[in-house]
């Protein structure tokens, strides 16, 4: 009986063509060339020695041992000729079985290894490239390094979260720059990368941020740290952002893109075409209702994208386990909210919690980080006792001004330029809606760019994207970048538009990523302009423009186009939306907005372009949609109405539209959902601002004091009082009064 094929190819595929003895370097295959014709020929030299030998007479013959076992991989060792004589030389008695067996094993596991770190060192050293970058770069900066822009935006957490006693303790010592208000919620905050990167962070967590409030550009900073040790890269210390007592392990950074998973695994699923016996059995089960689910797993999808990004080198579902068994390993798993389709949202989020169990078995150190908007978590993970919920935090005044300073320096300002920036942004931070459009990373550079170009401060959200597009578009003109804008510009906004609400509405419904391909693009412009004379060269022309110049549209992946960052799509989705619905339709836009939670951005950019007649309607249409028996409950109407407020929709109203918002958000239960942090994107008790819900705040909570008898309602209505009220509304003698009142009535 000789040695098999298969048994031929697991040992030699296990031996990465090295020989087993411990220390020797020599190559088991080796290149001939023919002198004549320049042939080369691989011709192998490595010798497939027996640990056990098949002969009577031969090295370590057991003659207890199976025969049929004798020309199996468990018996067989590879090795050079000089060490196959060595091992076998006087009858094999200077090495035992157990010898040659922990030799082979010990070469195997270390050659996987070597494999398995040349695999990880070319998918690092390409996604650092990839990851380098700010992914907003169309505000006078000239793309960025993530290090150069990054400011250390915080993060908290409950203090029954079971990171809470690791968050303390970095708080009092390393808290980074932290406002004192953000902890008059008895929650727990400090510096997001400054507690990811410290030494005793080993947890996994839920990390949860509105849109532009930097969660993806965190999970950049914290991959692309580990990443430039991994590789050997100046640069991500921590230095810049004053970052403390950083952690010396050596963590091998994998981020995925979960809105691209979701799609490769529901195509992989749709795809999948059993075979006759399989289909029987799925027959059967569903027959009997035991239909298992087979949705492909975040494991099959990390071999999938490192060997796709590491030059095609293989790298299998095992090499991945095996990766987490002998590595530090962070997991980054970027955008849960951008996954549409609920029901994937729902599967993506149990995959998550399932492949951190089955691979924290075998792990050496896993930590797994998970980026998502508020409202858009799962029950897989919500309840899950293994993925703390860290809600990050508006920037602080130390924060703004060093954003403000990186943004400057990046973008090559004098010194002078810089200080006039400076100056006029320290005027005006605190004007109540300048402090709330500043609070967020993205926003602030929208704020930054135009303060600096134009000397504008926007006073609303959806106006402050809607004079970035202006002053972009007004630079890309005027430098004549872009000849077509000065004839046909308001054609290519609308087309902006329209792609923009294409692009969403694909994404919804789990047909693309975020991104259109390039033929989709082209035939998406000729139908758009089908009713023009002109259209279809028209059409060409423009995919020209946006396909070498892509004006607001970046091309990322080959052959796909998609918007810098989903908060733009979404403004462009609104303002196609508005414009294209009749005036007396535009209610009925709304609801169907406010029933869908990934239009949630888009929601808030739509009621942004309203009149205010349309504005002071709002009310009204909220308070029919809780009749709604699956809205009714759900804090979400009423989170987005406090979004309403914060995003500057009422500025300008009169007293009485103001009231009765702030009266429908804080109305019932409402008051408790806003006290427990459910009603605002940092997770914290909400707090209306100045000219935004503040002073109507106040009347409504007195009027709850005066008249509410449960205690827990009460108890929530008066420390909401405490968060609103200011000197001005001398809340102290007006508190005792109500206190000897109640006494009296006792």
């Not at 019932?668 to 000219?691: F, I, M, N, T």
Request: net charge negative; proline share 4%; charged share 25%.
């Amino acid at each position: 009986m000789s040695i098999s094929i298969p048994t031929v190819k697991v040992l030699w595929s296990r031996a990465h063509d090295q020989c087993a003895f411990p220390g020797c370097q020599q190559a088991l295959t080796e290149d001939l060339v023919n002198a004549s014709t320049g042939e080369v020929r691989t011709n192998p030299v490595g010798e497939q020695a027996h640990i056990r030998s098949h002969k009577p007479d031969g090295p370590r013959y057991d003659v207890s041992y199976r025969t049929n076992k004798l020309h199996t991989y468990e018996n067989l060792i590879l090795l050079c000729p000089t060490h196959h004589a060595k091992v076998d030389a006087n009858s094999g008695a200077a090495y035992t079985v157990d010898d040659l067996v922990e030799m082979r094993t010990t070469h195997e596991e270390q050659a996987r290894r070597s494999e398995v770190d040349k695999t990880i060192r070319l998918y690092s050293a390409q996604q650092y490239g990839i990851d380098d970058k700010v992914l907003f770069e169309q505000v006078d900066l000239n793309g960025p390094s993530v290090d150069s822009m990054f400011v250390d935006v915080p993060f908290a957490c409950r203090p029954d979260a079971n990171v809470a006693e690791l968050m303390q303790r970095i708080a009092d010592e390393w808290p980074g720059d932290v406002d004192e208000a953000d902890n008059a919620d008895a929650q727990i905050v400090t510096g997001a990368a400054q507690a990811l990167l410290h030494p005793d962070w080993l947890g996994n967590a839920l990390l949860v941020g509105g849109p532009g409030q930097g969660k993806s550009t965190l999970l950049q900073y914290v991959c692309q740290f580990h990443r430039a040790r991994l590789l050997g890269r100046d640069g991500y210390t921590g230095k810049e952002q004053q970052l403390s007592r950083l952690t010396d392990v050596q963590r091998v950074p994998i981020r995925l893109d979960l809105r691209k998973y979701a799609i490769w695994a529901s195509r992989l699923q749709r795809n999948a075409k059993p075979d006759k016996a399989q289909r029987k059995e799925k027959y059967k089960r569903r027959m009997a209702h035991t239909e298992p689910s087979r949705w492909p797993t975040i494991e099959e999808y990390i071999a999938v994208e490192i060997t796709s990004c590491s030059g095609g080198r293989d790298f299998s579902v095992e090499d991945a386990g095996f990766l987490v068994s002998t590595r530090p390993v962070l997991i980054a798993l970027d955008g849960l909210d951008e996954v549409a389709n609920l029901k994937y949202r729902e599967e993506v989020s149990a995959q998550i919690v399932d492949t951190n169990f089955r691979l924290a078995v075998d792990a050496v150190d896993l930590v797994v980080l998970v980026s998502t908007r508020p409202g858009a978590t799962t029950s897989a993970l919500w309840s899950s006792g293994e993925f703390p919920r860290l809600n990050l935090q508006r920037l602080t005044h130390g924060l703004r001004v060093q954003y403000l300073q990186r943004w400057a320096e990046v973008a090559k300002l004098s010194q002078e330029a810089t200080e006039k920036l400076q100056r006029m942004f320290m005027e005006n931070q605190n004007v109540p809606h300048i402090r709330e459009l500043a609070s967020y990373p993205m926003q602030l550079a929208i704020l930054l760019h135009l303060l600096q170009r134009r000397q504008l401060l926007p006073q609303r959200r959806t106006e402050l994207y809607h004079e970035y597009l202006k002053t972009f578009l007004d630079r890309e003109q005027s430098q004549d970048k872009e000849p077509l804008l000065a004839e046909e510009r308001q054609v290519i906004e609308d087309i902006h538009a329209y792609i923009g609400w294409q692009v969403q509405t694909q994404a919804e419904e789990g047909k693309s990523s975020g991104s259109i391909k390039r033929d989709d693009l082209k035939k998406l412009l000729r139908e758009h302009l089908a009713g023009r004379a002109d259209g279809q060269k028209l059409a060409d022309e423009l995919f020209s423009a946006f396909t070498t110049r892509v004006l607001c549209l970046v091309e990322r992946d080959s052959g796909y186009f998609q918007f810098d960052v989903q908060s733009l799509r979404e403004y462009f989705a609104a303002t196609y939306i508005f414009e294209e619905a009749e005036r007396n339709s535009r209610d009925d836009c709304l609801v169907a907005l406010l029933k869908r939670p990934y239009w949630s951005n888009v929601c808030r950019f739509f009621v942004g372009m309203y009149s205010k007649g349309e504005v002071r309607g709002i009310r009204h249409l909220l308070k029919e949609l809780c009749k709604d028996k699956n809205l009714g409950l759900h804090p979400m109407l009423r989170s987005t109405a406090a979004l309403f407020l914060n995003d500057r929709t009422y500025e300008g109203q009169k007293e009485d539209p103001i009231q009765e918002i702030v009266d429908f958000i804080l109305e019932g239960s409402g008051v408790v959902l806003a006290e427990d942090g459910l009603l605002d994107v940092a997770g914290s008790g909400l707090q209306l601002s100045e000219r935004a819900g503040r002073i109507q705040a106040v009347r409504h909570l007195k009027g709850r004091l005066e008249h509410e008898s449960e205690p827990d309602v009460r108890a929530a209505a008066a420390s909401s009082l405490r968060r609103h009220a200011t000197a001005d509304d001398d809340l102290a003698s007006w508190w005792w009064a109500q206190q000897e009142s109640r006494s009296e009535e006792h």
